[in-house]
């Protein structure tokens, strides 16, 4: 099999997010088999310029549409940005790991993301909401630098007021009339009723902050492998080749892009790697 | 939908990149039915300050009249894209920038220096105005013009090439002057676009691409030292096409000075 | 018949013709642009009899004494890395209809049969570690199918450069496994050993005589002296350790000053697999060849995020190489990255020697407080 030959997708339908972020729902035009897990991500290759890695936000692939949520930063993802409903791109995967939902099961759970909308982290949640039983409390933290950048509000809004789930956020710099936490996303630990030995945490974000909270939640009794996060690093081939995500000895698009903590502790966040 | 208009303007530059498009041959016929050309002076179309989607400029800045007209192309275009070293680094022309010399030579020259209207400084285009992509060389590589054209007929950004000559030297398989023959290659300082040219044909690097990303313009310079080269002869490997650019200017005349000062 | 037999010099072209009529391309060393490479060669007359070099850092040098030998040089510009992977090739390609559809098309791997002459022991070790990278994970159909299609003559290497140290990682300069024949040169013809079922259906088809001891131990002989003459070495310590405990030691900086991040190295190293890739799209829009070519991580797009660069500067970019190659390849694929080849050390621009950087940052007792 040629893992790196893309199939063609096609956008159904398309919502925007934010001034510079919108999510395309994708439909394979072919009739072969697709499945993945939250986690997990596909390469989008826009026609003619290149390949992206962007993470599956969707819940699950049933009904046949794959949701992506993507930042309009640079070369392939502004052109993304252009296209419209009917376009048709390049797609190929999922790659790596994801998310240990299974182990998870049976234990609250701890989504704690910070930077921009955390599109890994979605998936989880997700996940959770469609499989609600076989998780306990679901705790969401989110940080961002400016409350401007806080996208998905209204999801958010309702998750919030779902049974059994908190909704906790934090700015650095907050707009007049903001009630969640100034300063930093580990700061709303404080908040959490932790059951230590009954918790997961998936942390995703900028890495100084997530080896922050994975210190702290270990601090506060989590076991170290009871921690995981999503790392980044440049991709070119997703499959293991191109050399360009190694993380120390560690293919990020192969070995990851999820890690328990103690995988990826000896660098985390040391500049170079 | 209409099909995206460009232009191409001349600067003061010798031509030669713009005949990077005029020998793109097929290639050209190609373009001339993807894009509107509304004016190309060495194509024969004129039309200067027609509103267009992609303007290119080749050239520096030179004299007072091309300080307005630099102001009206880029007014009248949607994307200034510089075209060869001259427009992108000030070229060969900068060379005059380097001792601040430019009055004494328009009169030793001109027999009536009052009609030469050249400003001090022969610049680069985005001295002036904001540019959006730049392609470098001397003259451009006729291959990365189209396919930097192509990205912006998507809507995409060209992709920028960054890397060092030696880069592509390797993937060519040439062989390496500097270790087998102790050529002054400037190679590893030097921005890929050319194909490696010059190393294919067991000739050194001269760096007409401009400076590469992170170019450690210091450690070669003390290389080029070991080979033999005098302090004003490695003034020169840096001090030739590119001079005005930063990275070269800066280790130029770190050498130049030595070099020249007692001369 | 016996796993050896000496083939006289002047049947060497029986090699070459039973090879060709077997429909193998033979490729073997000569000499072009004053270096020994790899080239399509049909006539041992092509070999580069005489030749022999002269290896420093940042220094290739050929010189020609009057003997008969083809194979008395050490290491030539590249071992068999461009020739399984290559420096760029195409993966795929799109094509673009009037209404917006896609339709992508693989490209055909290159199945061709390919022999090659003249192998060392290092380059067999490399091409090892790049059958693991390539090939026993996720499996790459363009680097399998050309390495399915090659055959080895390996070469027992008696003339090591000075940049050369595959005796201190244990890679050469007999070469030990990877090759379907191994030759050792003697001044009036090779012996030859079988390494590999279709070998031993290549030799079969040569005019081989019967090996003497005197013969067998005039190779043994030279390949232990070759590896005696080898004056570079790695540290001995648990490298990737000590090396991932020094990431703040001051010889980074010592030698990104040095260093003109220029990817020489990396391009010439037989085990870095790194690449990149891009489009290159047909002028109008409506096909597209999706391609790869080498890349390194002492290029910006190596670490490139978009807003950031996991290794902005040299300092970054050569601990990457090394701390990869000696370090972290470990982790992947239970050894070291380094074969002992030296082309690192020979094709470096400003002679930066890996060996002398690794054993000054591996030297004496770790630095206070090695944690970042
Ligand atoms: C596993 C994974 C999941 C991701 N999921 C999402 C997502 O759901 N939504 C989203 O908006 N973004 C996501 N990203 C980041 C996204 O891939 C980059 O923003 C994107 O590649 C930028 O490409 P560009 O061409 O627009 O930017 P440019 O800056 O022009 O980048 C040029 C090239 O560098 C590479 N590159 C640049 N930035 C990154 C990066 N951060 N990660 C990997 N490669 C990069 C790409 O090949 C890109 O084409 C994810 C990254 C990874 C590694
Ligand atoms: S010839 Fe020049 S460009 Fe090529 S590898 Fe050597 S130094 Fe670099
Ligand atoms: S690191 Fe240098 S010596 Fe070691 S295998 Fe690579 S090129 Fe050869
Ligand atoms: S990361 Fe660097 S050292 Fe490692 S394989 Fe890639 S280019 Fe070679
Ligand atoms: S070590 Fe030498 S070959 Fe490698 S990047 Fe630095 S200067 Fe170039
Ligand atoms: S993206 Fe190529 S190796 Fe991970």
Not at chain 3, 89 to 99: F, H, K, M, Q, Y
Request: hydrophobic share 40%; aromatic share 8%; charged share 20%.
């Amino acid at each position: 099999m040629n893992h790196y030959l893309p199939r063609e997708a096609q956008i159904v339908a398309r919502t925007e997010e934010s001034p510079n972020t919108f999510s395309l729902h994708l439909q394979l035009t072919d009739a072969a088999p697709y499945s993945f897990a939250p986690g997990q991500f596909n390469m989008l290759y826009l026609y003619g310029s290149g390949e992206v890695p962007i993470s599956i936000v969707s819940g699950s692939a049933e009904d046949g549409v794959l949701v992506h949520t993507i930042r309009a930063l640079g070369r392939i993802t502004k052109g993304l940005s252009a296209l419209r409903v009917g376009d048709r791109i390049g797609l190929r995967g999922p790659y790596g790991r994801g998310w240990p939902m299974r182990a998870a099961e049976e234990h609250d759970l701890i989504i704690v993301t910070g930077g921009l909308g955390c599109a890994p982290a979605v998936s989880i949640i997700h996940h959770v909401l469609m499989h609600r039983e076989r998780y306990g409390h679901l705790s969401i933290l989110q940080g961002v630098k400016h409350t401007d950048d806080l996208i998905w509000r209204e999801q958010y809004d309702a998750w919030a007021g779902l049974p059994d789930v908190e909704v906790l956020l934090a700015a650095d710099v907050a707009e007049p009339g903001w009630r969640g936490h100034v300063g930093l996303v580990t700061a709303l630990f404080d908040q959490l009723s932790l059951r230590a030995g009954q918790t997961v945490a998936m942390l995703c974000g900028p890495e100084l902050m997530m080896r922050a909270a994975a210190q702290d939640l270990h601090e506060r009794g989590l076991a170290a492998d009871a921690i995981h996060l999503s790392m980044e690093r440049n991709m070119q081939c997703a499959v293991g080749h191109c050399g360009h995500c190694q993380f120390g000895g560690h293919f990020v698009c192969r070995d990851g892009p999820v890690f328990a903590w103690p995988q990826v502790r000896e660098l985390l966040g040391v500049r170079g790697f | 939908m209409d099909k995206p208009s460009i232009a191409v303007h001349k600067f003061s530059s010798c031509d030669g990149c713009q005949l990077a498009f005029l020998n793109a041959g097929e290639d050209l016929l190609k373009l001339a039915g993807l894009v509107d050309i509304r004016h190309f002076l060495e194509a024969g179309v004129a039309d200067e300050y027609a509103r267009v989607d992609i303007a290119f400029v080749e050239g520096s800045v030179s004299t007072t009249d091309e300080l307005t007209r630099i102001q009206r192309v880029r007014g009248c275009s949607r994307y200034l894209v510089t075209l060869g070293a001259c427009a992108t680094a000030g070229g060969l022309q900068a060379l005059r920038n380097l001792d601040g010399s430019n009055t004494a030579w328009k009169h030793a020259v001109y027999a009536q220096p009052g009609f030469i209207h050249t400003l001090d400084q022969a610049e680069p285009v985005s001295a002036h105005v904001k540019v959006d992509f730049e392609l470098w060389g001397c003259p451009v590589n006729g291959r990365q013009v189209l396919a930097a054209v192509q990205q912006l007929l998507f809507g995409v950004a060209p992709l920028e090439q960054r890397d060092k000559v030696c880069m592509e030297c390797k993937r060519q398989h040439a062989t390496c002057v500097m270790v087998t023959e102790g050529r002054p290659c400037l190679g590893p300082v030097t921005r890929t676009g050319c194909g490696a040219l010059c190393p294919r044909f067991g000739r050194d690097c001269y760096a007409c691409f401009g400076p590469a990303e992170n170019p450690n313009t210091a450690a070669l310079s003390r290389r080029l030292e070991g080979l033999g080269l005098a302090p004003a002869d490695v003034a020169r490997r840096f001090l030739f096409i590119n001079s005005h650019a930063p990275a070269f200017n800066e280790a130029g005349r770190q050498h130049y000075r030595q070099g020249f000062s007692d001369d | 018949m016996d796993d050896n037999g000496f083939l006289p010099r002047q049947a060497l072209q029986t090699l070459l013709d039973v090879l060709r009529r077997q429909g193998y391309r033979t490729i073997g060393p000569v000499v072009q642009d004053s270096v020994v490479q790899y080239r399509d060669i049909d006539a041992t007359d092509q070999l580069p009899s005489g030749w022999t070099d002269d290896q420093a850092p940042g220094r290739y040098r050929l010189t020609h004494v009057d003997s008969p030998r083809c194979f008395a040089w050490a290491t030539g510009a590249q071992a068999l890395k461009p020739h399984l992977f290559h420096a760029r090739e195409v993966l795929w390609s799109a094509r673009r209809d009037d209404t917006g559809r896609l339709a992508f098309s693989e490209q055909e791997p290159d199945v061709r049969r390919l022999a090659v002459i003249g192998a060392r022991a290092c380059d067999l070790a490399a091409l090892n570690l790049q059958d693991r990278h390539f090939l026993h994970t996720i499996n790459d159909p363009y680097y399998a199918a050309k390495r399915q299609g090659l055959f080895v003559v390996a070469v027992h290497c008696a003339y090591p450069a000075d940049t050369c140290f595959c005796a201190s990682t244990g890679d050469g300069p007999r070469a030990k496994q990877g090759f379907d024949l191994a030759l050792s040169e003697l001044d009036d013809g090779f012996i030859v050993e079988i390494g590999s079922e279709r070998g031993r259906a290549i030799a079969a088809q040569l005019p081989l005589l019967a090996t003497t001891g005197e013969q067998v131990r005039e190779a043994t002989d030279a390949i232990t002296e070759a590896a005696n003459r080898q004056f570079r070495q790695l540290p001995s310590t648990h490298l990737r350790d000590t090396l991932f405990s020094r990431l703040q030691h001051p010889r980074w900086d010592d030698v990104a000053a040095r260093c003109l991040a220029c990817g020489n190295c990396t391009s010439v190293c037989p085990t870095c697999f790194c690449h990149a890739e891009h489009d290159d799209v047909e002028l109008g829009g409506t096909a597209s060849r999706h391609l790869r070519e080498w890349d390194s991580c002492f290029s910006e797009g190596h670490g490139h995020l978009h807003g950031f660069n996991v290794r902005p500067n040299t300092h970054h970019r050569y601990r990457q190489w090394m701390t990869h190659k000696l370090g972290s390849w470990h982790d992947q694929y239970g050894r070291s990255g380094c074969v002992g080849c030296g082309r690192c050390i020979t094709w470096c621009p400003v002679g930066i020697d890996i060996t002398e950087e690794a054993n000054a940052i591996c030297a004496g007792d770790l630095p206070q407080e090695g944690s970042p």
